[in-house]
């Protein structure tokens, strides 16, 4: 299980707590969809690694009302998109693949504090969220007559070699690319069936150029996928038979704190 935590503006909630005696209510979870779907973006775009959440259902909400604001408690159930939170896109807008490689695989929940200021539906904040998430295991996803077997490696970081490995192809086939460095191994995935064995491996990259020249590109972020596959006789991981790798760039600003 993984847990994503972050403080984002703590504002002052002091004069909420002498103005109301803690008067929190249940309220209506589908009321508090649309405030939550604007409050899962803002959570994605303050991350800095990973996929995007999209929103399932609100679970769970409570709310502390008073003159000027609302504070909001929410337990969020949300899945893992395809879409890196480098794209930056609104978890809405994340397609799913269309040849997807492997089925849905993650799921998790958020539980949010988020205040919404009454005079103006448009302005609010998120003060506090963690969420977790948590694979769906490999027992639910292999049953016995499905012809190929996933494992989901959690530790990714033992895989770095070959994502340098399938980044190196990409490097010699798009010049563009020569600075570009493996940044994190973000899902590994291994397929055994049949006559291959695959390895589907998503890891962001980093351009290093030290070019003065476009420092807009300067660090700029990327992310790739690849597929590295391999006869089932071979059992060295060094030594794919085949890799196809596609990555893209997108070139932010820099997130607070990357
Ligand atoms: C609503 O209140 C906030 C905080 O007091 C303020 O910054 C914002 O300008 C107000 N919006 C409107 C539309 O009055
Ligand atoms: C986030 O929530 C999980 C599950 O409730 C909990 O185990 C974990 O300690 C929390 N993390 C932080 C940093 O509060
Ligand atoms: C990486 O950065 C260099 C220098 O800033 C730039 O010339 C190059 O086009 C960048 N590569 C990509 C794929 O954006």
Known sequence: MRA???????????ALQN?????????????????????????????????LFQLLRVADAHVDQAESAAVYYLVLDVKESDCSVLSRKHWDDCEPALSKRVPEIVIGQCKVIATQCLNDSQHFRVNDYNCT??????????????????????????????????????????????????????????????????????????????????????????????????????SDLETPEHIAINCEVFNFEPLPGM
């Open 133 to 234: 998430t948590s694979s769906v295991s490999s027992a639910l996803t292999n049953t016995k007559d499905s012809p190929v077997l996933l494992d989901f490696l959690e530790e990714t970081e033992l895989y770095r070699e070959l994502a340098n490995k399938a980044l190196e192809k990409y490097k010699r086939e798009n010049g563009d690319f020569a600075a570009f460095r493996v940044d994190r191994v973000e899902r590994v995935v291994r397929a055994r069936g049949g006559e291959r064995t695959k390895y589907y491996m998503d890891f962001s990259v980093r351009n290093c150029s030290r070019s003065h020249h476009f420092p807009r590109h300067h660090n700029a972020l990327g992310f790739c996928r690849a597929d590295l596959s391999y006869d089932v006789e071979v």
């Open 4 to 14: 994503f935590r972050a403080t984002l503006i703590l504002i002052p909630l002091l």
């Open 19 to 51: 103005s109301c005696a803690a008067t929190v209510s249940p309220a209506d979870c589908d009321a508090t969809e649309p405030f939550a779907g604007k409050v899962l973006d803002v959570i994605n775009k303050g991350r800095g690694h990973g996929y």
